[in-house]
């Protein structure tokens, strides 16, 4: 069992950054894939980023490529989800999920592949 919880919402003027943590417990959590996906108001849930479970492999959306940084501490058991240059439309509640992984490199993209689930924490952009 995996649990999620994210933090580091808030609300930022254009152009600047929010760095979203992701504190997952339980044993196995690092050998978990971690992707952060995001839904705005009346919009479909988003991919954002993701992890693999070595910290080796990463993948953005293209809409947040250059500038949002994923990153993991195995002492901490925390995935961080750096936002810099944040844009109005960024506007949209974060999600981190924990898929499990059997390679070490896997990095899911579909929210499907997720077995686990944070609360979401919100990001607020004004222009």
């Known amino acids: 069992q995996v649990q999620l919880v994210a933090s580091g919402g808030g609300l930022v003027q254009a152009g600047g950054s929010l760095r979203l943590s992701c504190a997952g417990s339980?044993?196995?959590?690092?050998?978990?894939?971690t992707g952060w996906f995001r839904q705005a108001p009346g919009k479909d849930r988003e991919f954002v980023a993701v992890?693999?479970?070595?910290?080796?492999?990463?993948m953005y959306a293209d809409s947040v490529k250059g500038r949002f940084t994923i990153s993991k501490d195995n002492a901490k058991n925390t995935v961080y989800l750096q936002t810099n240059s944040l844009k109005p439309e960024d506007t949209a509640d974060y999600y981190c999920?924990?898929?499990?992984?059997?390679?070490?490199?896997?990095?899911?993209?579909?929210?499907?592949?997720?077995?686990?689930w944070g609360q979401g924490t919100q990001v607020t952009v004004s222009s």
């Open positions: 992890i693999s479970w070595s910290g080796g492999t990463t």
């Open positions: 339980g044993r196995t959590f690092m050998r978990y894939a």
């Open positions: 999920a924990a898929a499990p992984s059997v390679v070490a490199t896997t990095i899911p993209v579909s929210f499907r592949a997720y077995d686990y």
